[in-house]
C-alpha cells in the first residue's frame, strides 16, 4: 500500500490507500482532456468566480480540513487553521486581480494594432509535498484555474487524505467536472505522467534531488517547469538589532509547522557582538516550547512528519556533533510514541558540518557566529541554497543594503519570511527556478502571445 494516512503523534494507521493501475490513470487523464478546451473557452469572470467560491468552500470546511491536516501530517491544529485560511486567500486574491492580470497588454509598433495576449496553455501538472498539504496545492492551483488552464496533482504518499479532500473541494465549489483530478499514482508513474502529450506544464515544491528528476524528464520532452525546493535560511542579526524582537520572531519562524518549511529560519548568523546575548534568550525561548498532542490548543511543538525524517534528522545532528558543534540544548528524538524530536539548538557551527552545508527540516536551530556584518553576508551567501533570508537591524536602511545582497528570491527586513500572494514567491541556486504567487506567478502558465495586425 503506497498511500498510507498515518497519525505522526500517535503512530495511529488511520487509512490506506493502494495506487492506481494504468486504466485508473488513463480515466483521470481523459476526463481532464474533455475538460480543458470548454474550460479554456469559459469567460475569465466566470473562471474567476468558480475560483471565488472555491474559496468560500475553503473556509465553510475550515475546521473540518484543519482537523485533517493535523492529523494526517502533525501540524497544530492552530496552524493547520490558518494553513486553510491562506488558501481561501489565495482564492479570493485571484479571483479579485486575475482579470486584470491576464488583460491584453497593448503594444505600439507599426502595425495598425499589436498586442500580447495572456492565454491558457493546457493542463499543469503539480508534484507536492506533504509540509503544508494544502497551501502548497492552492497556490498553484488558483492562478491556473483563473488563467483557463486545468491540473492534476500527485501529492506526497503520507497525506492522501488531504490529496483527496481537495479534489472534494473542487467538487463541493461546482466547478466543471475534470478541471482538476487528485492522481493516485505513485511516484515512479510521474515520468510518464509528464511524458504525456495532454500534460503542458509541471510545477514542483520538494527536495532538491526530486526537483533534477524532474526537471531532467520535462526538459526531455519540451515542457515548462517551475520548481521551489529546499531552502537554508540565514538569519542574520547585527549588533543594532532589537533582541527580543529578532528572538520572538526567530523562534517562530524556526519551530513553525514543526521546523518542517522550506522558508524558515535555519542558519542564525549572528554577530559576534551580541551572539552570547541574542543565544541566551533564544535558548530560553526555544526550552519554552512543548511537545504534546497537535489537536490541542496548548501544544507549542509539534511532531514531525514521519519517524523516518526524524531519523535523517537525528543522523545530520549527530553527525555535527560528532565534527564538534556544541548542543545547546534538545538535540534528540523525545522517547515517546510518535516522531516527536526535542526543540534543539546546535552552537559552534563550522564549515564541513551538516549543519554548516545542509539543509535541516526539522525543530533544529544553527548558531553561526559572524565577525560582523561583511563576513555574516558572506556565511548567508556561502549556501547552494537561495530560498529567503532575513536582516534584523533597528536600521531599517542598512538592512536593505544587506537585503539586496543577500542571494535569494526573498529577504525580509525585521520581519519573518512568509509567503503571500501578493508578493512573487520562489528562489534561486539550488532552491529552483521560476515564481509562484503575484502576477509574476501566473504569468509562468500562460501562453504570453503577440498578435500583430496591419
Known sequence: MPFVSQNPATDEVMEEYSDWNDEQLEEAMVEVAIATPKWAATPVSERCEHVRRLGQVLTQQRDRLAETVSREMGKLIGEARSEVEKCAWVCDYYADNGAEFLADEVI??????????????????????????????????????????????????????????????????????????????????????????????????????????????????????????????????????????????????????GGQSCIAAKRFIVVEAVADAFLAKFKQAVEARQPGDPLDEATTLAPMARKDLRDELHQQVQTSLDKGAVAVTGCAPIDAPGAYYQ????????????????????????????????????????????????????????????????????????????????????????????????????????????????
Open 108 to 257: 505600439e509598433t507599426d502595425a495598425g494594432k499589436s498586442l500580447v495576449a495572456h492565454l491558457p496553455i493546457g493542463t499543469v501538472l503539480a508534484v507536492m509535498p506533504w509540509n503544508f498539504p494544502l497551501w502548497q496545492v492552492f497556490r498553484f492551483l488558483a492562478p491556473a484555474l483563473v488563467a483557463g488552464n486545468t491540473g492534476v496533482l500527485k501529492h506526497a504518499s503520507n497525506v492522501p487524505q488531504c490529496a483527496l479532500a481537495i479534489e472534494d473541494l473542487v467538487r463541493r465549489a461546482g466547478l466543471p467536472a475534470g478541471v482538476f483530478r487528485t492522481l493516485m499514482i505513485s511516484s515512479k508513474q510521474v515520468a510518464g505522467v509528464i511524458e504525456d502529450a495532454r500534460i503542458r506544464a509541471v510545477t514542483l515544491t520538494g527536495s532538491e534531488p526530486a526537483g533534477r528528476q524532474v526537471a531532467a524528464c520535462a526538459g526531455a520532452n519540451l515542457k515548462k517547469t517551475v520548481l521551489e525546493l529546499g531552502g537554508s535560511d540565514p538569519f542574520i542579526v547585527l549588533e543594532d538589532a532589537d533582541l527580543d524582537w529578532a528572538v520572538e520572531q526567530g523562534v517562530t519562524s524556526r519551530f513553525l509547522n
Open 343 to 454: 526543540p534543539s539548538i546546535l552552537d559552534g557551527v563550522k564549515p564541513g558540518m551538516p549543519a554548516w552545508d545542509e539543509e535541516f527540516f526539522g525543530p533544529v536551530a544553527i548558531i553561526i557566529r559572524a565577525r560582523d556584518e561583511q563576513e555574516a553576508v558572506k556565511i548567508a551567501n556561502g549556501s547552494d541554497f537561495g530560498l529567503g533570508g532575513s536582516v534584523w537591524t533597528r536600521d531599517s536602511e542598512r538592512g536593505e543594503r544587506i537585503a539586496r545582497r543577500v542571494q535569494s528570491g526573498a529577504v525580509f527586513v525585521n520581519g519573518l519570511v512568509k509567503s503571500d500572494p501578493r508578493l512573487p514567491f520562489g528562489g534561486v541556486k539550488n532552491s529552483g527556478y521560476g515564481r509562484e504567487l503575484c502576477h509574476h506567478g501566473m504569468m509562468e502558465f500562460v501562453n504570453q502571445k503577440t498578435l500583430w495586425i496591419k
